[in-house]
């Protein structure tokens, strides 16, 4: 069993823990909550010996166990993310103001069982490296959904310069209908003139003809 001791605290206040083992962990353990306190979130390892203390602080919640140092840092650190995943969700809010050792008849069964499977079970290892594989595929989309909203941006000023240009269309082709209809009524009205000095024209020939402007000699 490479993990051998978990607790999980509210500042210096222990609300679980579980041992595998007869060591002086949670004396170590106390002294480091106490080293840490009113420090920031973090992830930190210790060394003692042939064992090392890795430690999980996020929104004051503290998660650390004591694992053999052949262990490394992935396996510990992907233990004490499950822990602190697995008890907010069990333990919501009342987190906040548990008593010393509020969740320990419970919850140390789980740390129990927790550490069985990471100690001992490869498939501990692999859903870690699954995790981490995951992670990078999120960083990539990230990147693409960040790519994408840049060409969003782009479009959008496309639209807005498509919309501009359609505008400044309509407005072209009611000016040009309107120069039509312009150029349309001239020329009806050049036409009515051209006809009327048509007939003036051809009223005074014949009346030339026909002595008089009455027309009296053509008429009679």
Partial sequence: MTIVYTLVARGSV???????????AS??????????????????????????FH????DGLTVLCMAADVSGRRIPFAFLEDI????VRTYGRAVLSAPA??????????LSQQMEYYSNDPNADKINRLKGVMSQVRTVMIQNIDEVLER?????ILVDKTATMHNKTLRFKKQSRRYRNAIWWRNV????????LL??????????????????SCLA
């Fill in 27 to 52: 004396a170590i353990a106390r002294q480091i909550l106490e080293k840490m306190a009113g420090d920031s979130d973090m992830n930190v390892s210790y060394s003692q010996d042939r064992y090392i």
């Fill in 55 to 58: 430690v999980k602080r996020n």
């Fill in 152 to 156: 969003g941006d782009r479009l959008e």
């Fill in 84 to 87: 602190h995943q697995r008890f």
């Fill in 14 to 24: 222990v609300l679980a823990e579980f041992s595998g083992v007869q060591t002086n």
């Fill in 101 to 110: 050792y509020g969740m320990n008849d419970e919850f140390s069964r789980v």
């Fill in 189 to 196: 009205k050049l036409m009515f003139a051209l006809i009327f």
């Fill in 199 to 216: 007939l003036v024209l051809v009223y005074v020939v014949v009346a030339f003809a026909c002595n008089g402007l009455t027309l009296h």
